[in-house]
């Protein structure tokens, strides 16, 4: 049986954040990973897919570290000027995407800068279950502990369902025109959201949860780049 072609698809990597939990001297996607940056490996998810049509990153405007980078160089990956929030950003890649000569209908993924060890599986079985999607969706995974709901005194207030729980990770995959009106809708009525979905959420769409991998990781805290460079050893686990 002949697998369907997978959809073509621009990214946008919002890269202007500080990361101070990791208590570096520098962003934490400039810190090193087996001898790269954190965000060379994160490009490097995508620059190699056969229907990858172009990548932004949004990057602050005072930031040194990218211009040294040699994928800042690269024809495929565009600037874009990084905002004060994550939706700012990325509504910034947005914008430089349709600049290039993307449209409202075309498929964005939006993907965590910090985030360098999504799977190729992972990524062509997002593009392969929401290609025909009315709505898109994200990479998640289910809740695996017992949960606890915690008051402000730091006592368990109950212990909460983990079955319908989702553990929301990226890329997130959305049409360009849909992402780019619940972000601005969002911001317009001042409402906080901390991902691309929570923007489909508050605008009154279903986004879906596809299932990935657990150590798709989000480099956070200086235990998560050890365990990476751990698991690793002499690259990427496929």
């Given at each position: 049986?002949?697998?369907?072609?997978?959809?073509?698809?621009?990214?946008?990597?919002?890269?202007?954040?500080?990361?101070?939990?990791?208590?570096?001297?520098?962003?934490?996607?400039?810190?090193?990973?087996?001898g790269?940056?954190?965000?060379?490996?994160?490009?490097?998810?995508?620059?190699?897919?056969?229907?990858?049509?172009?990548?932004?990153?949004?990057?602050?405007?005072n930031?040194?570290?990218?211009?040294?980078?040699?994928?800042?160089?690269?024809?495929r990956?565009?600037?874009?000027?990084?905002?004060?929030e994550?939706?700012?950003?990325?509504?910034?890649?947005?914008?430089?995407?349709?600049?290039?000569?993307?449209?409202?209908?075309?498929?964005?993924?939006?993907?965590?800068a910090?985030?360098?060890?999504?799977?190729?599986?992972?990524?062509?079985?997002?593009?392969?279950?929401?290609?025909?999607?009315?709505?898109?969706?994200?990479?998640?995974?289910?809740?695996?502990?017992?949960?606890?709901?915690?008051?402000?005194?730091?006592?368990?207030?109950?212990?909460?369902?983990?079955?319908?729980?989702?553990?929301?990770?990226?890329?997130?995959?959305?049409?360009?025109?849909?992402?780019?009106?619940?972000?601005?809708?969002?911001?317009?009525?001042?409402?906080?959201?901390?991902?691309?979905?929570?923007?489909?959420?508050?605008?009154?769409?279903?986004?879906?949860v596809?299932?990935?991998?657990?150590?798709?990781?989000?480099?956070?805290?200086?235990?998560?780049?050890?365990?990476?460079?751990?698991?690793?050893?002499?690259?990427?686990?496929?």
């Open positions: 049986m002949t697998r369907r072609p997978l959809p073509s698809f621009w990214v946008v990597i919002p890269a202007a954040g500080v990361g101070s939990r990791m208590r570096a001297d520098r962003p934490k996607q400039y810190l090193q990973l087996g790269r940056s954190i965000i060379e490996h994160t490009l490097d998810c995508f620059l190699d897919h056969p229907t990858l049509a172009g990548v932004t990153v949004c990057i602050a405007p930031d040194p570290y990218w211009p040294n980078l040699p994928c800042a160089g690269d024809p990956v565009q600037r874009a000027p990084g905002g004060r994550r939706c700012d950003s990325v509504l910034n890649g947005l914008r430089r995407l349709s600049e290039l000569g993307a449209n409202g209908h075309d498929w964005v993924l939006v993907h965590d910090a985030r360098p060890n999504l799977a190729r599986e992972d990524l062509d079985r997002l593009l392969l279950e929401l290609a025909d999607d009315s709505v898109g969706g994200l990479l998640a995974v289910p809740a695996r502990d017992t949960l606890k709901r915690v008051g402000l005194d730091g006592r368990v207030v109950e212990t909460v369902d983990r079955s319908v729980i989702w553990q929301a990770f990226t890329p997130q995959m959305f049409r360009l025109g849909m992402l780019r009106d619940a972000l601005v809708g969002a911001l317009d009525a001042a409402v906080r959201v901390t991902d691309e979905a929570s923007a489909l959420e508050w605008a009154g769409h279903a986004p879906k596809v299932e990935g991998r657990a150590d798709n990781l989000k480099v956070t805290r200086p235990e998560d780049l050890d365990w990476l460079e751990q698991r690793w050893g002499g690259g990427r686990v496929e």
